[in-house]
Nanobody
Framework: QVRLVESGGGSVQAGGSLRLSCAAS????????MGWFRQAPGKEREGVGV???????YYAGSVQGRFTISRDNAKNEAYLQMNNLKPEDSAIYYC????????????????????WGQGTQVTVSS
C-alpha cells in the first residue's frame, strides 16, 4: 500500500515560516515528480508547485519566491519550505506523487498525480 503522510502544519503569524514534510512509503518516489497542492475553504484545489526527479521546480505565481520545494530521495521524502506566509496561504496542504514526465501537460494537472496524502492544515493569521 502506498502512503504519503504530511506533517509540519500549524498556525503561524503573517510573515512567519513553516516547513512541511511528506513521508512516502510503499512506493519509491525518486523517479517521479513530486507535487504540493492546497485547498482553501470554498475554493478549488490548486497547485502550489512541483519538483522534478532532477530537482527542477515549478511554482504557482502566488507563491514564487516565497516557497521552496525540495526532496531527499534517500529518505523517500519531499518538503515544502514556506516563508513570508500570508493569510491567503491558509489552506489544507497536500503532497502527491506525479508522473515521470508531463508529456506536454500542465505541471499542475492533477489527474497525473495518482497518490495523495491526507493533508495538513496551515493557518496564517494577520
Amino acid at each position: 500500500q502506498v502512503r504519503l503522510v504530511e506533517s509540519g502544519g500549524g498556525s503561524v503569524q503573517a510573515g512567519g515560516s513553516l516547513r512541511l514534510s511528506c513521508a512516502a512509503s510503499g512506493y519509491i518516489i525518486g523517479r517521479n515528480y513530486m507535487g504540493w497542492f492546497r485547498q482553501a475553504p470554498g475554493k478549488e484545489r490548486e497547485g502550489v508547485g512541483v519538483i522534478s526527479p532532477g530537482v527542477i521546480q515549478y511554482y504557482a505565481g502566488s507563491v514564487q519566491g516565497r516557497f521552496t520545494i525540495s526532496r531527499d530521495n534517500a529518505k523517500n521524502e519531499a518538503y515544502l519550505q514556506m516563508n513570508n506566509l500570508k493569510p491567503e496561504d491558509s489552506a489544507i496542504y497536500y503532497c502527491a506523487v506525479g508522473p515521470l514526465k508531463f508529456g506536454g501537460r500542465r505541471w499542475d494537472a492533477q489527474d497525473l498525480f495518482h497518490y495523495w496524502g491526507q493533508g495538513t492544515q496551515v493557518t496564517v493569521s494577520s
